[in-house]
């Protein structure tokens, strides 16, 4: 296989990667790496400081090591890939993000990584992905507004499984994080069968709907 297979794509923007790395210094930790390009998955080791998604959103080439690489598809077994040494976070759709990738946190750190933020539950179309998770956005921002263009490059899906036509990839993630430039569609969902929310016949009771308690 030829090792030139990542192309940057020369029509999207280059420019300024996402804030996001301000906060604690950290000390440098490998961490698995597990991502799907247009053709193939490519799996290995890489080093980051902090957050895997402010190494992927600072759009730098990533060094990994000891990598793998098979089609996408599952068509074929990983082999050893020794000429590969780094990808290109424009050529990745989605990274596959478990728990070894994130760093150590207290309980209020994760908490503060939340707050002031809404919950909603979506089906993100990535060619030819489809990524079923949980986003959270802080209020007024609707969850297509992720098709708009930002300086934040890729976005978790949390607790989310990524699939491939009707074949899931991996396990269920903690997070799986989907490149903006690939998002083709997107909509909120019942995360438990991946359909999008049917209304009840009939007129309101009164109260607030999930709808509106969302906006």
């Known amino acids: 296989m030829p090792f030139d297979f990542l192309k940057r794509k ?11 790395g301000a906060g604690r210094a950290e000390s440098p930790r490998t961490i ?14 890489m080093q980051v ?34 000429g590969l040494k780094a990808v290109d976070p424009y050529d990745l759709i ?7 990738t994130q760093p150590p946190l207290t309980e209020a750190e994760r908490v503060a990584h939340k707050v002031h933020k809404i919950a909603y539950d979506v089906a993100l179309e990535v060619p030819p992905f489809r990524v079923i998770g949980t986003v959270y956005l802080y209020p007024g921002s609707e969850p297509e507004r ?45 995360k438990r069968t991946g359909e999008r929310f049917q209304k009840l016949p009939g007129s309101p009771l009164g109260g607030v709907s999930w709808q509106e308690r969302s906006r």
């Open 146 to 190: 992720l098709l708009e263009r930002s300086s934040e490059m890729f976005v978790p899906v949390v607790d989310a499984v990524a699939t491939a036509g009707d074949r899931q990839i991996g396990e269920a993630m903690d997070a799986v994080l989907v490149n903006r430039f690939y998002l083709r569609g997107v909509e909120q969902v019942d």
């Open 32 to 45: 698995p790496f597990d991502g799907l390009t247009e053709e193939w998955r490519i799996v290995g080791r």
């Open 49 to 82: 400081d902090g957050r895997l998604s402010d190494a992927l959103n600072r759009r730098d080439p990533l060094t990994i090591s000891d990598v793998q690489w098979a089609p996408y598809d599952g068509s074929a077994p990983l082999v050893d890939a020794p």
């Open 94 to 100: 989605i990274v596959l993000a478990g728990e070894a």
């Open 10 to 20: 020369k029509d999207q923007p280059a420019a300024g990667g996402a804030g996001g």
